[in-house]
C-alpha cells in the first residue's frame, strides 16, 4: 500500500467519523427538542392521570431513549474512551435499540388493538407476529454482537477518541428484515381500519369518529416512517462499509421514540377535549322548565312542561345518564 492510499484511507475514516458524529447530534436533537415542546402536554395528560400500563409505557419509552440520547453523546465525543468501554458500548447500543423498538411497538399495539374494539383475534395475531419478529431480530443482534470487537481510536491531529468496531457480519443487515415486516403489518392493520372507519356508520365511529381520524391518522403516520426509517437502515447496512453502520441507528430510536409519544399525547388530548365538551353540553341542558325526552337503552322518559323534578327523579336521571353509551369513549383509552 502506497504513501497516498494511506493518506486517503485517513482522510476517509475521519469523514467518516465526523458524518457519525453529525448524524448522533441530529437524531439526539430531534428526541431533546420533542421533550421540551411537548413538556406541557405530558404533565398535564400524563402525570396527572392515574397510573395505567400505557402511562407506565410511555414514560419507559420517553425517559430511557432521552438516557440513552445522554450516554450516547458521551461515547460519540468523549476522549477517555478505552477498548473495555467501546466494547460495551456497542453491546449495550445495540440491545438498547432493540429495546426501544420493542417497546415502541408494544405502545402501538395497545392502540391498535384499542381501535379495533378489543378483539382478541386481532391481538393474536399482533402478538404471535410480534415475538416471531423481535426473537427473529434478537438472535440475529446477540450473535453478531459475540463477535464484535473494539477498539478506541485516537483521532490524527487531534486530542479526541472514538470507538472503532471491527468482526462486524457482513449479514449484519437481516437485523432488520423481521422488524420491517412487523412494522409493514401494523400499517396494513391500521389502513384497514381506517378505510373501515370511513365507509362504516356503526355506533363506534359515530359516537367518536374525530377520535378515530386522530387514532388512524397518527397511526398510518408512524408505520410509513418508521417503514421508511427502517428500510434506510436496512440499505445503508447493505451497501455502506463498516465505519458507516452507525449513522441511521440515531434516527431509527429518535423517529419510533418521538412518533409513539405523540400517538400517545395526540389521542389523550382528544380524548380530554371531547369528555370537556360532553360535560360543558350536558351542564348547559335546562332541566324541568319544558318538554324534554330522554331516550335510553330504548326507554323513553317524559317530563312534563312546567313539572318540577323530585330528588329521586333527579337522582334517577344522573343515573342513567351515566350509564348512557353516547358518554362513553369509542373504545378504551389506554
Not at 38 to 47: K, R
Not at 94 to 101: E, I, Q, S
Not at 311 to 333: G, K
Request: net charge neutral; proline share 3%.
Amino acid at each position: 500500500m502506497s504513501f497516498a492510499d494511506i493518506i486517503e484511507g485517513l482522510y476517509e475514516a475521519s469523514e467518516h467519523i465526523q458524518i457519525t458524529r453529525y448524524a448522533q447530534l441530529a437524531s439526539s436533537s430531534i428526541i431533546l427538542y420533542e421533550h421540551l415542546i411537548t413538556l406541557d402536554s405530558e404533565v398535564e395528560l400524563i402525570w396527572k392521570s392515574s397510573w395505567s400500563a400505557g402511562k407506565a409505557l410511555f414514560l419507559i419509552n420517553r425517559y430511557y431513549s432521552l438516557f440513552s440520547v445522554i450516554f450516547n453523546n458521551y461515547a460519540f465525543f468523549s476522549n477517555t474512551l478505552t477498548d473495555s468501554f467501546c466494547r460495551h458500548f456497542f453491546q449495550w447500543q445495540g440491545w438498547t435499540g432493540l429495546l426501544a423498538c420493542m417497546i415502541a411497538e408494544i405502545i402501538l399495539q395497545m392502540r391498535l388493538y384499542a381501535l379495533y374494539s378489543l378483539n382478541k383475534k386481532v391481538l393474536v395475531l399482533m402478538s404471535s407476529s410480534f415475538i416471531i419478529a423481535s426473537a427473529a431480530a434478537a438472535t440475529i443482534m446477540g450473535s453478531v454482537l459475540m463477535k464484535i470487537t473494539a477498539s478506541a481510536v485516537v483521532l490524527p491531529g487531534t486530542a479526541g477518541m472514538f470507538c472503532v468496531p471491527s468482526g462486524v457480519s457482513d449479514k449484519f443487515y437481516t437485523f432488520w428484515i423481521p422488524m420491517l415486516a412487523f412494522e409493514t403489518l401494523l400499517c396494513a392493520l391500521a389502513l384497514v381500519r381506517g378505510f373501515q372507519s370511513f365507509t362504516s356508520d356503526g355506533p363506534l365511529f359515530r359516537s367518536g369518529r374525530h377520535l378515530v381520524s386522530i387514532l388512524i391518522r397518527d397511526s398510518v403516520l408512524y408505520f410509513l416512517v418508521i417503514c421508511a426509517t427502517y428500510l434506510t437502515c436496512l440499505l445503508v447496512w447493505i451497501s455502506a462499509p463498516t465505519s458507516l453502520l452507525e449513522v441511521p441507528i440515531g434516527f431509527s430510536v429518535a423517529m419510533s421514540c418521538v412518533l409513539t409519544n405523540r400517538v400517545v399525547l395526540n389521542v389523550r388530548s382528544v380524548s380530554r377535549d371531547l369528555e370537556r365538551s360532553k360535560s360543558k353540553s350536558s351542564s348547559q341542558k335546562p332541566v324541568g322548565s319544558r318538554r324534554m325526552t330522554v331516550m335510553l337503552d330504548e326507554d323513553s322518559y317524559r317530563i312534563q312542561e312546567g313539572s318540577k323534578l323530585t330528588d329521586i327523579e333527579m337522582a334517577e336521571l344522573r343515573s342513567m345518564r351515566a350509564e348512557s353509551p353516547d358518554i362513553e369513549a369509542p373504545f378504551t383509552i389506554l
